[in-house]
């Protein structure tokens, strides 16, 4: 059974920082994309980043960009999404996600193409 774990969230003032990590198991997905995603109230879930399997490739929301890195480690079925300069509209469940199969980068930010879910954590901003 597979099953994804977010840890990291929590209450932070705007400005700061937050660093969530998503520990798979039941499956090994060193060969498969990975992406975080974000759900505010009243909105639809968003892209926020994706990894390609090796790390070399990242992709981000402009939202996020240069304020958000995604990374991951193979060797511990692990992804991360550090977040720095935390702004209110940053608030938000966070999911990770994890394809469906090992494959191309095409319609990476569209949550149709993941297969794997966590369960969230909430990130709150304050301002």
């Known amino acids: 059974q597979v099953q994804l774990e977010e840890s990291g969230g929590g209450l932070v003032q705007a400005g700061g920082s937050l660093r969530l990590s998503c520990a798979a198991s039941?499956?090994?997905?060193?060969?498969?994309?990975m992406g975080w995603f974000r759900q505010a109230p009243g909105k639809e879930r968003e892209f926020v980043a994706a990894i390609s399997w090796s790390g070399s490739n990242t992709y981000y929301a402009d939202s996020v960009k240069g304020r958000f890195t995604m990374s991951r480690e193979n060797a511990k079925n692990t992804m991360y999404l550090q977040m720095s300069s935390l702004k209110p509209e940053d608030t938000a469940v966070y999911y990770c996600?994890?394809?469906?199969?090992?494959?191309?980068?095409?319609?990476?930010?569209?949550?149709?193409?993941?297969?794997?879910w966590g369960q969230g954590t909430q990130v709150t901003v304050s301002s």
């Open positions: 996600a994890v394809d469906s199969s090992p494959r191309s980068m095409e319609l990476i930010t569209s949550p149709r193409r993941y297969k794997y």
């Open positions: 039941g499956r090994t997905f060193s060969r498969y994309a």
